[in-house]
Structure formats: structure tokens, C-alpha cells
């Protein structure tokens, strides 16, 4: 079984000059067997600094470069994120029974 994980966007907040600040996000993980899903949702906190080489304005913005960012942002957590999201696929596995005794 292997798990393809992205990342889902949930909004983008920015200072008065539309530099980038906070982002909302869930990563998700999907199994190639059934399809079976687990997510976790957080927040990175960035600081746009339009004086640094690869800055990107706002305006110019896509969705692979927040996903970029937040890979990199979180690359201390990604063995603990993607821990997390396994679980809870594999919990999706399981069935929960009635005890066999009345």
C-alpha cells in the first residue's frame, strides 16, 4: 500500500502590503488500495519579505508555490504529519464489533 499526500489550501492571509503571513492547510493522505483517506489541518505562519531572492507577489501566487512553501515549512513535521494520517487510514480498516458475549 502506498500513500500520495497533498495539500489542500484553506486560506491565505496577508499583511497591508499583500505579502503573505499565515496560511490555513490540510494535508491529506490517500491510499492506493481503496482509496482510504486520513488528513490533518494546521497553520504555518510565513513572513513575506519582498526583499528576499524568490519572493513571489501575491498577485503572482499559484497553488504549487504555497504547497512548495508549506513542504518546506513543515519539513521537521513531515515524518509526524504523515504519521498521523497513516493512522488514521489504517484506523478506516478496521471494523468495530459488538462484544461477542450478550
Known amino acids: ?9 484553506k486560506s491565505i492571509h ?11 492547510w490540510r494535508k491529506i493522505g490517500t491510499d492506493d ?3 482510504l483517506q486520513g488528513k490533518v489541518i494546521g497553520e504555518t505562519s510565513l513572513l513575506g519579505d519582498p526583499t528576499a531572492e524568490g519572493y ?12 512548495n512553501w508549506l513542504t518546506e515549512a513543515t519539513a521537521n513535521r513531515t515524518a509526524r504529519l504523515n504519521a498521523f494520517i ?11 464489533r459488538d462484544f461477542p458475549w450478550g
Open 1 to 9: 500500500m502506498a500513500i500520495t499526500y497533498t495539500w489542500e489550501i
Open 14 to 24: 496577508t499583511d497591508a502590503d499583500d505579502n503573505v503571513e499565515h496560511i490555513k
Open 33 to 35: 488500495v481503496d482509496n
Open 56 to 67: 513571489v507577489a501575491f498577485a503572482d501566487l499559484t497553488e504549487d508555490t504555497i504547497c
Open 86 to 96: 497513516d493512522g488514521q487510514i489504517l484506523e478506516n480498516r478496521l471494523t468495530k
